[in-house]
């Protein structure tokens, strides 16, 4: 009897080691499994902490290229812009040069119409003068070469030399026709 207690005994102890073997295979079963989980955590990490360490360094060369763009960018526009500038100011200068030609234009217009009324006057008044002048008087000569040194000095138009190459005609005609009368 002490036999078989002292084998129950050595059994209950033998049974509750092997239990407290595979209890603590169990544990270290689970630890392992655990460690292997925190391993590939661990790994996927490193994975993940290189592949963002790439993507930074991407985003950073990109932010380089981009920054670098940028700035030719803007020197590009900046030097758009002073083209611009040049030729807006340049179209300014020709627009005040073409006004104040325009003006000068308008200016001797106006004094070649005032010539002109003033050669017009002149030549009606000769005309009258020649029409009751039909004796051959020296006065109509000489109004005569006034309104051409007139006409010519402001260059007349065509018209106002036409008149007065008729009424040179016309004192011609009239001297001819004292001379034979």
């Known amino acids: 009897m002490a036999t078989t207690k002292a084998l129950e005994r050595e059994t209950k102890r033998a049974y509750r080691e092997e239990h407290g073997r595979n209890k603590f295979r169990g544990s ?3 630890s392992n499994s655990e460690l292997k ?15 963002l360490k790439d993507e930074l360094k991407a985003c950073s060369r990109s932010k380089t290229s981009l920054s670098q763009r940028l700035c030719e960018t803007e020197t ?6 002073t083209r611009y500038q040049e030729e807006l100011n340049l179209a300014a200068t020709h627009e005040h040069r073409v ?4 003006a000068q234009v308008y200016t001797e217009k106006e004094a070649r119409g005032s010539v002109i009324n003033l050669l017009h006057q002149e030549a009606t008044m000769w005309m009258d003068q020649f029409a009751l002048t039909l004796n051959g008087s020296q006065e109509l000569p000489r109004l005569l070469v006034k309104a051409k040194a007139i006409a010519n000095t402001y ?6 030399h036409g008149l007065l190459g ?3 005609h016309m004192i011609d005609l009239m001297a001819y026709i004292i001379r034979n009368h």
Do not use: H, K, T
């Open 28 to 30: 270290l079963w689970g």
């Open 37 to 51: 989980l925190r391993r590939e955590e661990r790994d996927q990490s490193r994975v993940d902490n290189l592949i």
């Open 76 to 81: 590009n526009m900046l030097a758009i812009i």
């Open 99 to 102: 006004a104040d030609e325009y």
């Open 155 to 160: 260059s007349a138009p065509e018209e106002i």
């Open 166 to 168: 008729y009424c040179q």
